[in-house]
């Protein structure tokens, strides 16, 4: 009976137990599930959190890329304190292309090309540019500082996804090794290219043949030489010598091409001089057609419209467009840049966003810019390549209509060159 007994008070004893011991399991159950429900909850949260941010990271790649190379320009990035050599741009191109857009992908295929390399003083004084001038040629190395995928060089090499292969435009849009191409989209973003040495003044070379867009910062320059540079026997693959699909068919100019370039060429002399002067510069002009208005003021690196327009004729003989671009069909209404559209597209930089405007134009085919000189070129092209240039306006800086192409009061002019030039 005692056992019995016993037994009768530990039943309800053992069936508490386990009852609390169920209820304490199903409440931990309950917590971890909260738990989990908090954490799905918090990763749903970072993938809606990652997917804005990714989206605002594609919206702000340019504003980013400015950023970085303002950083670059002054030499404040902690990455430059910690390079291993001691490299920094010693000058700059002050050029006639304004932007990438219509940059030639090769030297001296457009010899009116024009740029004036100012050196840095403190870096290097005039003395070091004595002796240039008895060379026809030299070699320029600089920085692909426009670049826009910059930012992956500054990450670990398993993480950068630097592409190791390149689209060719020779090869319709076919893809080579980067280093047998001359993309600018490189490991080291570093260009070579050689230039015409014009004249030297001081701590400024005038350049002609030039492929360097305005602002490109310069390393280092060297003299050609003919006899170890020239290599005769030099052997480059078939697809590199098919220059004929890159070259245009025709070119041909509108009616109102030429008076809407005169415009622009008088609006950049009223930036410089009184609106009376102007007058009275145009009417002379018109008085006697061989006059060309002078240079005192004019912030170009060419004499007359006359000039610039075959500077146009010959930047244009070219197809300047991206392998995209070309492939695009061209009864389109829309008015495109005439720039590459891909970091992975050989000899041309990337897409420049800032110029990226649409508009609709109509049903006569794609319209395509050119920036030369701070002059807005529009002009299309047909399936045949025959190019057809409509227009020519004053291109103003940041929305200002007084200013074309920022500010030019520091920047070479023809007048500068005029003796050397002829």
Not at 367 to 376: K, Q
């Amino acid at each position: 009976m005692g056992s019995d007994e016993r037994l009768k008070w530990l039943i309800p004893i053992v069936a508490a137990a386990a009852a609390a011991f169920a209820a304490m399991s199903i409440y931990r159950w309950r917590e971890r599930f909260k738990e989990l429900e908090s954490k799905v909850e918090e990763l749903q949260n970072a993938l809606e959190s990652s997917t804005e941010k990714s989206a605002a990271e594609r919206q702000g790649r340019i504003r980013a890329q400015q950023a970085l190379r303002k950083a670059l320009a002054q030499h404040k990035s902690e990455n430059l304190e910690q390079s291993s050599y001691p490299m920094m741009p010693i000058g700059t191109v002050q050029s006639c292309f304004s932007t990438r857009n219509g940059t030639p992908r090769q030297p001296l295929v457009v010899p009116l090309a024009r740029a004036c390399l100012m050196f840095n003083p403190s870096r290097v004084p005039p003395a070091s540019l004595e002796g240039l001038t008895e060379y026809s040629h030299c070699w320029i190395i600089y920085v692909f500082h426009l670049n826009t995928d910059l930012d992956k060089l500054w990450k670990e090499p398993s993480r950068s996804k630097f592409k190791a292969k390149v689209r060719v435009p020779r090869l319709k849009g076919g893809r080579m090794g980067v280093f047998a191409t001359r993309t600018p989209h490189r490991p080291c973003p570093i260009g070579l290219t050689v230039a015409k040495v014009e004249a030297v003044q001081g701590n400024m070379v005038l350049l002609s043949g030039v492929d360097l867009v305005d602002g490109t910062p310069v390393l280092d320059i060297k003299p050609y030489l003919p006899y170890c540079d020239s290599i005769t026997e030099a052997t480059v693959p078939k697809w590199v010598m098919e220059d004929g699909m890159l070259a245009v068919t025709s070119i041909n100019f509108s009616e109102g091409f030429a008076s809407s370039l005169d415009d622009c060429w008088r609006r950049m002399v009223s930036f410089w001089v009184s609106d009376q002067t102007v007058i009275e510069l145009h009417q002379l002009h018109h008085s006697i057609p061989s006059f060309s208005f002078p240079l005192q003021g004019k912030k170009s690196l060419y004499s007359s419209a006359a000039e610039l327009r075959r500077l146009i004729e010959e930047v244009l003989s070219w197809d300047i467009r991206s392998v995209s671009q070309r492939n695009q069909p061209h009864d389109g209404a829309t008015e495109l840049p005439s720039i590459a559209a891909s970091p992975d597209e050989e000899f041309s930089e990337q897409h420049n966003h800032e110029d990226d405007d649409i508009d609709p134009v109509g049903s006569g085919g794609i319209v395509y810019h050119l920036l030369l000189e701070g002059v807005d070129i529009a002009y299309r092209i047909d399936d045949n390549s025959n190019v057809i240039v409509e227009k020519a306006v004053v291109k103003p800086s940041d929305g200002n209509d007084s200013v074309p192409n920022g500010d030019r009061r520091n920047r070479s002019s023809y007048s500068m060159w005029v003796d050397n030039l002829g």
